[in-house]
């Protein structure tokens, strides 16, 4: 089953970024699946070429998907990762007037969370480190828990009575993602 799954990944793949290549360079899948059974290595062309005409009947299926992930992608900045931070640090009860340069003791502690956004931006993964404290976190909570509501109601519009098609992205991409070499993920853009 596996293999069946990860055959199916990689027929998407080809078919997803055909679909892309066609609607950016206007050509034929039939020529865009040529060029890309050259990009293969020899011992795969003939086999990749014998499916030609099968790929390029299946690939008018996949345009509407490729132009839903190029609109999906189409930010300047895409969200990577979120990690949060308890930040608590220590506040020092200075000797006195002899010498303030040395700290006596911990007086008492201030505590709050460092916020680090990884996102892409032209290629490139970055960061964004922020401050927040508790109230920052529960807004953000809460603006999750209705963002998740809103997709809920959204997805049941869609499916009855205005049976529309709905991509989530980061559920149903699922094939259009190239795995890195930590285990995460990252989307891969059809070009």
Partial sequence: MGRDITA???LTRVLMLTAA?????????????E????TLPEELQASFRERLDDLARLVPDAESAAKALDLAWDHRRI????MIYLDLRPIYKDAGAKDDMIPERI?????AFNLRLSY????DDRTLDMFADVEDLKNMKRQIDRAMAKL?????YLRAPHPTALMLMGEDDHVTRISLSD????????R
């Fill in 79 to 82: 969200f990577r990762d979120l």
């Fill in 35 to 38: 060029q890309f059974a050259q």
């Fill in 183 to 190: 285990g995460r993920e990252r989307p891969s853009r059809p």
């Fill in 21 to 33: 290549n066609i609607r950016k360079v206007e050509r034929p899948a039939a020529v865009v699946l």
């Fill in 107 to 111: 007086g008492c502690f201030v505590n």
């Fill in 152 to 156: 809920t109601v959204m997805r049941e």
């Fill in 120 to 123: 892409y931006q032209d290629g």
């Fill in 8 to 10: 199916a990944a990689a």
